[in-house]
Each structure stands twice: as C-alpha cells, then as structure tokens.
Nanobody
Framework: QVQLVESGGGLVQAGGSLRLSCAAS????????MMWFRQAPGKEREFVAACWSGGNTFYADSVKGRFTISRDNAKNTVYLQMNSLKPEDTAVYYC????????????????WGQGTQVTVSS
C-alpha cells in the first residue's frame, strides 16, 4: 500500500503560481512513477505530469512550459510547481502513484491521494 497526501491548493489569480506537494508513505517511493492528474467539474480526469526516479519527466501539452514536476526521494515527496496559471487550470488536482506510467489510463492507477482544489480566477 502507498498512502498519498496532497497539499498546497488554493485560490490564485490568472498569471499567478501555486506549488502542490504530495507526501507518500508505505512502499518504496523510488519504485513508483509519481503522477499528477486533474479533474474539472463535468470533465474527465486528465493527465497533467509524471516523473520517474531516474529524472524523466512527462507533461500534458496543455501545461508544458508552465508546470514543473519534481520529486525528492529522500523526503518521499513529489511537487508540482504551477506558473502562469490560467482559469482553465481550475480543477481538483490528484497525486497518483503506480509502477507503470499511465498517462492515458487513469482508471488503472493503483494509488490516489484525496485531491486538492486549485481555483484560478480571471
């Protein structure tokens, strides 16, 4: 089992920044792909970013160049730095962990956090 707890969401104006954190506990953190997904009201959950222990990172086209994912294996924590936020970034953001990179198959992801709300006002 892997337990994930997100923090750092909130309300921000368009153009602003937020940093999300996700603290993991349980199994060996470094073995897992750490991912961020988001879900806006009435929309499907979508992939945002992922990172592997080796340093490889992956991003959705919609956030590339604005969001940065990073992880600290010593602290069992993954971060999502979100810059130049837009109203369309408003969603509940979920931290996720899986042994596989599941950008297009969120339903197969093994472990989820509870989610944190990000609201971007125009």
């Amino acid at each position: 089992q892997v337990q994930l707890v997100e923090s750092g969401g909130g309300l921000v104006q368009a153009g602003g920044s937020l940093r999300l954190s996700c603290a993991a506990s349980g199994r060996t953190f470094s073995n897992y792909y750490m991912m961020w997904f988001r879900q806006a009201p009435g929309k499907e959950r979508e992939f945002v970013a992922a990172c592997w222990s080796g340093g490889n990172t992956f991003y959705a086209d919609s956030v590339k160049g604005r969001f940065t994912i990073s992880r600290d294996n010593a602290k069992n924590t993954v971060y999502l730095q979100m810059n130049s936020l837009k109203p369309e970034d408003t969603a509940v953001y979920y931290c996720a962990a899986d042994l596989n990179l599941l950008r297009n198959s969120w339903r197969l992801v093994d472990y989820w956090g509870q989610g944190t709300q990000v609201t971007v006002s125009s």
